[in-house]
């Protein structure tokens, strides 16, 4: 007599049973390993770690407006304060036609060392920046407001006639939170898009004016705000007695700020088409 499981072909119905839990269970098995090892992954894998001294830089920007520890020049050189904000260096560019990569080739100027360490004394530099209108200032600033200029004549990488603009007091009002190298009054060339005409190709050069405000006698000038509240700004007149320039500067409250109320943080300055500068602080 031939098996009752085959006579009611009950085996193949076993076995495709067992063949779908089987496959539901793995399936559950699986998801339930998977799960299990993303939470343990998720807890494990450490989170990426910012960049060193990102936090510090952060906070740093947070608190002043006027922080910029790297500046690039119009002629191509590159200046920087160090590490320890105890000097700064000027460095270029250099291309290797050997294996055409371009390097960083820096320059200790004794002479700007000199004046730094002369001036500041080891105070903190904060601020860096080139007069962007190719004249060559370098403006440095300190912790407390000190400013210092130097000018590039001769070489791109050596800093002359480095002067501080004035002595202030060791006061936190005194810091820079906002600085703005102002136009001088040129006109700049643009060409517009070319059109051919007759099979030629033409084009209409034109110009269009800086806008103000300008220094004075159109020479090179910069706006400053304090933490305090108070506007400086530096401007450059010629030396009676000898052919050259230096900076001077004239000094002003800003106008419905109280320091008995919060300090200023940021400031910000822009050209205007009236020739006026506005003023946003925080």
């Known amino acids: 007599m031939e098996d009752l499981d085959d006579l009611f072909n009950e085996g193949g119905l076993n076995d495709q049973l067992n063949d779908h839990l089987n496959e539901q269970l793995n399936e559950q098995l699986n998801d339930e390993l998977n799960g299990q090892l993303q939470e343990q992954l998720a807890i494990v894998s450490p989170a990426p770690r910012p960049p060193p001294g990102l936090a510090e ?3 740093e920007l ?4 006027c922080a910029d520890k790297i500046s690039w020049s119009r002629i191509g050189s590159i200046a920087y304060i160090t590490k320890d904000g105890q000097h700064v260096r000027v460095a270029n560019l250099q291309f290797r036609s050997s294996d055409g ?22 105070r903190q530099l904060v601020h860096v920046a ?11 600033a300190d912790a407390h407001g000190r400013i210092m200029i130097g000018h590039v004549n001769f070489a791109i990488n ?3 006639g480095v002067a501080c603009l004035s002595i202030d007091p060791e006061d936190s009002l005194n810091a820079l939170v906002g600085l703005t190298w102002l136009n001088i009054k040129r006109a700049i060339p643009f060409s517009r898009s070319a059109q051919k005409i007759n099979g030629t190709w033409k084009y209409s050069l034109q110009s269009i004016e800086t806008r103000g405000p300008y220094g004075p006698a159109n020479k090179s000038a910069f706006v400053a705000i304090t933490r305090g509240g108070l506007v400086r700004s530096g401007y450059q ?5 000898g052919n050259h320039m230096q900076f001077q500067e004239a000094r002003k409250d800003l106008d419905g700020f109280s320091t008995s ?4 943080t940021h400031a910000a300055l822009c050209a205007d088409k009236g020739g006026a500068s506005p003023i946003v602080i925080d």
């Open 261 to 264: 109320g919060d300090l200023i």
């Open 237 to 241: 007149v010629q030396v009676q007695q």
């Open 101 to 122: 990569t371009w390097q960083r080739n820096d320059y200790a100027d004794a002479t700007l060392s000199e004046s730094v360490t002369k001036i500041y004394k080891g």
């Open 57 to 59: 830089r952060i906070d």
């Open 130 to 140: 080139w007069n962007p209108n190719q004249t060559h200032e370098l403006l440095l």
């Open 62 to 65: 947070r608190h002043s407006g």
């Open 158 to 160: 050596r800093v002359q």
